[in-house]
Nanobody, 121 residues
Framework: QVQLVESGGGLVQAGGSLRLSCAAS????????MGWFRQAPGKEREFGAA????????LYADSVKGRFTISRDNAKNTVYLQMNSLKPEDTAVYYC??????????????WGQGTQVTVSS
């Protein structure tokens, strides 16, 4: 099992920035690729960004490309999502995912509990 704990969510004004963190623990050896998804009220969970643990390759959804940056700290088993130029439509619960690769939620085996991000206009 892999445990994921997100932090860093909160309330921010449009145009502001937040940095989310996701710390992984447990059986992480073969489950290190990680991603961020988000889910707004009444909407399906959607992909945001992903990072390959060993190569550092990244994937981004078009909706966040150029504004969000995913990165990792191998020593801390932690992945980050730096979110800049936030928009009200970025408001959602943000989930960290691990043990997979791709832009579909079913491609990931492990999930965090989520952290709320609210962007006011």
């Amino acid at each position: 099992q892999v445990q994921l704990v997100e932090s860093g969510g909160g309330l921010v004004q449009a145009g502001g920035s937040l940095r989310l963190s996701c710390a992984a623990s447990g059986r992480t050896t073969n489950n290190k690729n990680m991603g961020w998804f988000r889910q707004a009220p009444g909407k399906e969970r959607e992909f945001g960004a992903a990072i390959s643990w060993y190569s550092g390759s990244t994937l981004y959804a078009d909706s966040v490309k150029g504004r969000f940056t995913i990165s990792r700290d191998n020593a801390k088993n932690t992945v980050y999502l730096q979110m800049n130029s936030l928009k009200p439509e970025d408001t959602a619960v943000y989930y960290c995912a691990a043990g997979g690769w791709g832009i579909k939620s079913y491609e990931y085996a492990y999930w965090g509990q989520g952290t709320q991000v609210t962007v006011s206009s």
